[in-house]
């Protein structure tokens, strides 16, 4: 397994595993006390016995919520950059891949005409059409400030193309609100995928995809495709 999946999971698991050491040490413990004869009253030690279960449960359930905190944008309840880097790397030595690189179009008239909150709020109702539009393997990222990022596992350019046209779709037609404010945007979306068959740096294959945003940002409402070849 790789390392980092691994890592993910153990933070996952965290209060299983805290809970599962807990209960070993407090076996130990109990079994000490009793061998040593200090095994005090029922009651206090049953008292004790929750408390301490409870501290490990606790600990764990704290180091998932950070864990989870470091790789998730605060905005929009998406992974953040740093965690698409990881499952980037993490993907390519397991097979191919796509890559959806998204712009949100003229994203800058929308925070000057309406406020920094409504771009806020069109933010996160964006976000809400990419969980809505993409598979359950998708990763999902916000790349920084109005673009946004998605993988797509074991994903051909022809499907990973539909999709991303879809998602174009479905924003063209939606009416963003925000307390009696309504608008429309548009997105521009550069496509890249990666063949396992090929070797090739991750860096250098981000940059590609990202040339492709740039050229379906001159055009606007636009997909580009570009491929690892």
Request: net charge neutral.
């Amino acid at each position: 397994m790789n390392g980092n999946k691994m890592i993910e999971k153990i933070y996952n698991y965290a209060p299983a595993i805290f809970l599962v050491v807990g209960l070993i040490l407090w076996l130990i413990i109990f079994y000490v006390a009793k061998q040593y004869s200090i095994y005090s009253s029922g009651s206090v030690w049953s008292v004790l016995s929750i408390i301490f279960i409870l501290v490990y449960i606790v600990s764990g359930v704290m180091i998932r919520n950070l864990y989870h905190q470091v790789h998730t944008d605060t905005l929009t309840g998406l992974h953040n950059r740093k965690y698409l880097f990881a499952k980037l790397s993490e993907i390519k030595a397991n097979g191919g891949y796509s890559l959806i690189l998204i712009d949100l179009d003229d994203f800058k008239n929308v925070n000057d005409t309406y406020g920094h909150i409504a771009g806020d709020q069109v933010l996160q109702q964006f976000a809400e059409i990419l969980l809505h539009n993409t598979r359950k393997d998708d990763i999902i990222a916000r790349w920084g400030g109005e673009e946004f990022a998605i993988i797509l596992p074991d994903t051909q350019c022809e499907v990973a193309y539909k999709i991303a046209d879809r998602i174009r779709k479905v924003v063209e037609q939606h009416v963003f609100s925000y307390q009696g404010i309504t608008c429309r945007i548009t997105i521009s979306i550069g496509l890249g995928s990666a063949k396992k068959e090929l070797d090739f740096k991750t860096e250098n294959f981000i940059k590609t995809v990202d040339e492709a945003l740039y050229k379906a940002k001159e055009k606007k409402n636009s997909i580009v495709c570009c491929s690892n070849d």
